[in-house]
């Protein structure tokens, strides 16, 4: 098994360059996040799915917008990349369902991202 | 205020001595608490997960949690160089659809 899996492992866009991150888990999980890490800042959650077919807005949602195409992947879109967004996203993911399963979050090798 | 706190460091501690890493949280509802270890420019990985009052073992590594008290420590017994990183507390929300990351504390073993 793979685990998570992220593309692409390094990015350098200019301000107002779109693109999608990538993030696939062959763990059968159902749920999956997208988290920026930042110095001095930890681990900040941007937005999750609970489950195929949702998501949810997390901490820091702005600028961002994200897609569950399937159970296994799940996707991050920056439409007008800004250097505030000059950043390492990681993808996670977890069995976690409401009232069941385990909560633990595996995490991808990340993406970083330079937007100058 | 932060949902969860960490003192950031540095933590410096001798090879064999035992390092003591500690976390405060905010919201009384959590469930689940984790710690995760991140070396630098790696991803976190999971060292321990603890769901109730008390503690937990596992090899050199002890989580004790204290919901009264809203607090969640780890301990690493026997500490070695490999055991120099940033470490992670996480702790879900009550939902257990959101988590909250300390900002991690920096450790380093010195041989």
């Known amino acids: 098994n793979a685990g998570v899996t992220q593309t692409p492992k390094f990015q350098v866009l200019k301000t107002g360059q779109s693109m999608t991150l990538q993030c696939a888990q062959d763990?059968?999980?159902?749920?999956m996040y997208w988290y920026r890490q930042d110095p001095g800042m930890g681990l900040r959650l941007i937005y999750y799915s609970a489950s195929e077919g949702t998501t949810d807005k997390g901490e820091v949602p702005n600028g961002y917008n994200v897609s569950r195409l399937n159970k296994r992947e799940f996707s991050l879109r920056l439409e007008s990349a800004a250097p505030s967004q000059t950043s390492v996203y990681f993808c996670?993911?977890?069995?976690?369902?409401?009232?069941?399963?385990?909560?633990?979050?595996?995490f991808g090798p990340g993406t970083r991202l330079t937007v100058l | 205020q932060k949902e969860v706190e960490q003192n950031s460091g540095p933590l410096s501690v001798p090879e064999g001595a035992i390092a003591s890493l500690n976390c405060t949280y905010s919201d009384r509802v959590s469930q689940s608490f984790f710690w995760y270890r991140q070396y630098s420019g790696k991803s976190p990985e999971l060292i321990m997960s603890i769901y109730s009052n008390g503690d937990k073992e596992d090899g050199r590594f002890t989580a004790q949690l204290n919901k009264a008290s809203q607090y969640v420590s780890l301990l690493i017994r026997d500490s070695q160089p490999s055991d120099s990183a940033t470490y992670l507390c996480?702790?879900?929300?009550?939902?257990?659809?959101?988590?909250?990351f300390g900002t991690g504390t920096s450790l380093t073993v010195i041989p």
């Open positions: 996480a702790v879900s929300g009550n939902t257990g659809n959101q988590f909250y």
């Open positions: 996670a993911s977890s069995e976690a369902l409401r009232g069941g399963g385990t909560d633990t979050q595996y």
């Open positions: 763990m059968n999980h159902n749920s």
